[in-house]
Every structure is written in structure tokens, then in C-alpha cells.
């Protein structure tokens, strides 16, 4: 596989887990949202799979490895954020928290099209 290749697949990756992430955040916002939301459950799925099973789950992984690149992150952190929104409850800072994941994941989606246009 050719480095453009793998950083149009990383690439693409980043971009879905920021649209995921912005479903959420429009939801939560907007107060439309509830824990059975399908994008919702999604994902926590996606945070608690980065703190319950490690090799188990790629996707996973992957975001873990995005968000900790660009932010000060820990597993106990995603997994705080992954059951708040699975609980009928969020936590009063889920917001600001989804928000830095989503900086988080904009700074990385910049890094990889500065590396596909050859800039990095």
C-alpha cells in the first residue's frame, strides 16, 4: 500500500469519526438526544471498547490512538465519557469533554491531508 493510500484511509476513518461525534454533539445540544439514540450508543460503544476490550476492537483503538495524539487523554477519561452517554444522566461537562474530542480529531484530520499533499 502506497503512503497516499494509507493516509486517504486514515483520512476517511477521521472524517467519520468527527461526523459521529457531531451527530452526537447536535443531538446533545439540541436536547433531541437520549441514550437509546442509535449514533449515541455508537459512540460509547466505540470509548468503552478502548477501555474493556483492547485487541478486540480495531475501530476502537484507532480512535483511542487519534484522540490521544492530539489530546491529553487516558483510558479511565474515555471510559468516564463512553458511560455518560449511556446514562439516562450525562455528566454536566459531557459537552465540553465531546467537544475537545472533536478539536482533538480536526487537528488530526489536518495533519493526515497536510501529509497526503505532501506538507509533513
Known amino acids: 500500500m502506497s503512503y497516499s493510500g494509507l493516509y486517504s484511509g486514515l483520512y476517511v476513518r477521521v472524517r467519520d469519526y468527527a461526523q ?4 452526537v454533539l447536535i443531538g446533545l445540544k439540541t436536547g433531541t438526544s437520549s441514550p437509546s439514540d442509535e449514533r449515541r ?7 468503552l471498547g478502548t477501555t474493556t476490550t483492547p485487541h478486540s476492537n480495531l475501530s476502537a483503538q484507532i480512535l483511542q490512538i487519534f484522540l490521544q ?6 483510558r479511565r477519561q474515555l471510559d468516564d465519557v463512553g458511560n455518560a452517554l ?7 461537562n459531557l459537552i465540553e469533554k465531546l ?13 493526515i491531508l497536510a501529509k497526503m499533499r505532501g506538507r509533513a
Open 20 to 23: 459521529l461525534l457531531d451527530d
Open 41 to 47: 450508543k455508537q459512540l460509547a460503544r466505540l470509548l
Open 69 to 74: 495524539t492530539e489530546a491529553t487523554l487516558d
Open 86 to 92: 449511556l446514562s439516562s444522566e450525562p455528566t454536566p
Open 99 to 111: 467537544e475537545g474530542f472533536a478539536t482533538a480529531l480536526e487537528q488530526e484530520r489536518a495533519g
